[in-house]
């Protein structure tokens, strides 16, 4: 039974139990074809959880690529991501940027915010992670990392001023269940469903996002 963490009304996130990491890994690479590949995982030592790159100071243990060609290694085929997590079943799970989507990088409070806005708009939404370094990204059509400083601009905002970036090509993102260490799991705030396969263009979430970023300076 799935437990929901208090939020907005928009936003109701979903803990996601007792789902293997190679399971999800293949679900999303089947049923959403999204490119995935296996970041650094978790190893426990002297009581402690430490990420697989042995650096005592990882600023994401167990959440961030483990190899430096990650992007070559990055598969939207079901079989040979059944394959690379069968290596390593508690590696994270990875998403690349700039090919089947983008995403809106927020912090948590200004996301939760927009989404209750866009609520109210009745706007159509793609999926949106929550990660526990109390970030939202909100998934959209490939493109944004381009058209978003000048959609800033447009809407009478700096694009320095805000705490808002687009990720595109040549990034990622920690898809859920993945654990950041100690901190917790990547969740959704907006999972994925049938309904929102068909992703928004930035244009439509623009206004919103950067209206909450703004209030929340």
């Not at 959440?63 to 079901?78: E, K, L, N, V």
């Not at 992670?129 to 998934?139: E, I, K, N, S, Y």
């Not at 959209?140 to 990720?167: M, Q």
């Amino acid at each position: 039974m799935e437990e929901t963490i208090p939020g907005t009304e928009a936003a109701q996130i979903p803990q996601q139990r007792g789902t293997s990491l190679l399971e999800t890994a293949v679900r999303y690479a089947e049923e959403r074809h999204w490119d995935v590949f296996p970041g650094t995982w978790l190893v426990a030592a002297d009581g402690a959880q430490h990420c697989s790159c042995a650096d005592p100071v990882c600023a994401a243990p167990g959440a961030h690529p483990a190899r430096q060609d990650w992007a070559t290694q990055a598969t939207g085929s079901a079989t040979v991501a059944r394959r690379m997590w069968q290596k390593q079943p508690t590696a994270s799970i990875l998403l690349p940027t700039g090919r089947t989507f983008d995403a809106i990088d927020v912090p948590e409070t200004a996301g939760f915010l927009a989404l209750a806005r866009m609520e109210r708009m009745e706007l159509t939404l793609g999926p949106v992670t929550l990660t526990p370094d109390r970030r939202m990204r909100f998934f959209v059509l490939p493109g944004a990392a381009v058209k978003v400083p000048d959609l800033v601009r447009r809407l009478g905002w700096s694009p320095l001023s805000l705490d808002l970036t687009a990720l595109g090509e040549g990034t990622y993102v920690a898809a859920p269940p993945t654990r950041y260490g100690t901190r917790g799991a990547v969740q959704w705030a907006c999972r994925p469903t049938p309904a929102n396969r068909w992703l928004p263009d930035v244009e439509e979430l623009i206004s919103p996002l950067a209206y909450a970023c703004g209030r929340d300076r």
